[in-house]
């Protein structure tokens, strides 16, 4: 008996360095959804309220109240502090998608002015994603590339490059994902912006929290780079505060009022 459960736990350990150590990009990212908890666990949680604050180099900050129901990617936030977004349009500020439309009111008046529902499309989907994007890395119509590894800051990493398939979001981004090889969590991103013209790619770097055994991405901050991952001198940081997983949300609050 011994030696079985030696020669297993053997088995089990060279199975274990080469899970970590494929090459295969699929694998890899297979491996990063594990890490975080699992994409069924994540979806079973159904829904999150948390707060959110988002500051620009300057100092200055945006923060909201933001819920999100899983099934459909419903997202809804209530602004409390409006540095820029939209700062000259005094007044309470909501956002909402109701995994359709997205629209806006101020003052509790939908508005039907372009930019504002232009910006709150943009921010309703990209918030959500960002929120779940390592549990959406297996979805369909995204497909990868392995790029090799890289050592950074003494960290091995291996990179993996996510692409789209034609028609697979309002935009077709790059992502390369830092996939450190003991955790195999996204420590770090390159990623480009195509729904404002960003070509040029764009460093995120994440600090993970666990909420209800799921790791989740509460603190990020981002700049600009190139290809080869160079930090920048100037940081924008996105922070996410009082995490509830499983809360009860009505689907109601992300209709537009009078629809």
Not at 55 to 71: L, Q
Request: charged share 25%; hydrophobic share 40%.
């Amino acid at each position: 008996m011994l030696f079985r459960a030696l020669f297993c736990g053997v088995l089990f350990f060279h199975a274990g360095i080469a899970f970590a150590q494929s090459k295969d990009p699929r694998i890899i990212v297979e491996s990063v959804v594990k890490a975080m908890g699992g994409q069924d666990a994540f979806y079973a949680q159904k829904s999150v309220e948390y707060t959110y604050i988002y500051g620009d180099p300057d100092g200055k900050m945006d923060r909201s109240t933001e819920r999100y129901v899983f099934d459909g990617e419903l997202s809804w936030a209530k602004y409390t502090t409006r540095d820029l977004l939209f700062p000259e349009r005094k007044g309470t500020f909501v956002q909402g998608y109701d995994g359709n439309t997205a629209w806006a009111t101020i003052d509790g008046k939908i508005t039907n002015d372009e930019e504002v529902l232009r910006r709150s499309d943009f921010l309703r989907k990209t918030n959500f994603y960002w929120f779940a994007m390592m549990f959406k890395l297996l979805d369909p119509g995204l497909f990868y590339t392995y790029e090799g590894s890289k050592i950074v800051d003494g960290v091995s990493y291996d990179l993996v490059r996510v692409a789209f398939d034609d028609g697979v979001g309002d935009a077709s981004d790059t992502y390369i994902l830092y996939v450190n090889r003991r955790t195999r969590m996204v420590d770090r991103f390159l990623f480009t912006v195509m729904d404002f013209g960003r070509s040029d790619p764009l460093l995120m770097l994440v600090e993970y929290e666990e909420v209800n055994g799921i790791k989740l991405p509460a603190k990020r901050k981002y700049g600009p780079s190139d290809w080869d991952g160079t930090e920048p001198g100037e940081w924008t940081h996105e922070i996410m505060k009082d995490i509830k997983l499983n809360v009860p949300v009505k689907r109601a609050i992300f209709q537009a009022p009078g629809s």
